[in-house]
């Protein structure tokens, strides 16, 4: 009843706002606006205050990346190779790879943060930010290179200066490096920006969650509702399992095997179903499995929180 107590609240802002969206009670295109201040203000804002906070040898812990980077990387390639064997005729590697990437790529930023820092405080937002580095600066650019690899047109050639500048540029790895090197100086935080990055940070969970509920559709669901609840179950079962197969092999400690199958357990990420627009491709199955993964995931996340 407490771990309820704790989880329930947080999935409550989800269907908050959900409900203002199908009531037509707040439009839906708020969505984008309130995504990108979670994304570009409120989430590095947070990143940045837990990291600098925190000694460089807590930042640096090989298992946790073992675990779920592993995982969630063995997830990926299990996938591509699943979707290649089961359907050849209609598979190439941007097709095969962005289903991947909707079993294994996870909303760790959006979603794992806010239940980790509701769980474990400090030491919660601490995985789920290397986490979200891990998924923003090795996961995204894998994907990004598949998919340009998978490109019929010869004449393509993968954008590696683009594709360095948008990792370069992205908010929550630039926070993670500049609070790595803050760290790394030792030096403390002044109070008032201490006090000033600390409010910006909470204003992340019920702005980013809100987000997430005022956007998700469920209509999309109707169609291929078997191939999608596969996706789904791949999803939330079989990779979190994974990667706690890979806390247990690596001895990883109880806090931090928690976080990162919490971490593995959380819906699709939304960076997911933008590429997968922006390339036009399996973009309705991405759709479609992120917003089951969202609804289903209030449960399956409470039995393994529960589990363990």
Not at 4 to 14: Q, V
Not at 67 to 92: K, L, Q, Y
């Amino acid at each position: 009843m407490h771990l309820a107590g704790m989880i329930l609240p947080i999935f409550a802002i989800i269907v908050t706002g959900w409900l203002a969206g199908v009531s037509g009670y707040m439009p839906r295109t708020l969505a984008a606006a309130l995504m990108r201040f979670a994304y570009y203000v409120a989430m590095p804002a947070l990143v940045f205050v837990t990291i600098a906070k925190e000694p460089l040898h807590s930042l640096l812990e090989w298992r946790f990346l073992a675990a779920f980077g592993g995982g969630s990387m063995f997830c990926f390639a299990a996938v591509m190779t699943g979707a290649c064997i089961a359907r050849p005729a209609r598979m190439n590697l941007g097709t095969s790879a962005m289903l991947a990437a909707a079993v294994a790529m996870t909303n760790t930023g959006f979603v794992a943060l806010p239940i980790l820092k509701t769980l474990y405080g400090q030491p919660g937002v601490l995985a789920a930010a290397v986490a979200t580095v891990f998924v923003g600066a090795i996961m995204f650019p894998v994907l990004v290179v598949l998919l340009e690899l998978g490109r019929r047109d010869a004449s393509r050639t993968v954008r590696s200066g683009a594709l360095i500048r948008q990792i370069a540029t992205n908010p929550v790895i630039l926070a993670t490096l500049v609070g790595l090197l803050w760290s790394v100086i030792g030096v403390r935080l002044p109070a008032p920006v201490d006090a000033f990055l600390t409010i910006l940070g909470e204003a992340l969970t019920p702005c980013a969650l809100f987000a997430i509920g005022l956007d998700l559709t469920i209509g999309e669901l109707r169609e291929r509702l078997g191939y999608y609840a596969l996706l789904t179950a791949l999803k939330l079962a079989i990779v979190p399992l994974v990667v706690y197969a890979l806390c247990l092999a690596t001895g990883l400690g109880h806090t931090a095997t928690v976080a990162a199958v919490v971490c593995a357990a959380v819906p699709t990420a939304k960076s997911a179903y933008v590429l997968a627009v922006e390339y036009d491709i399996e973009k309705h199955v991405v759709g479609a499995v992120i917003s089951m993964t969202t609804l289903l995931s209030i449960v399956t996340l409470l039995a393994w929180i529960a589990i363990l």
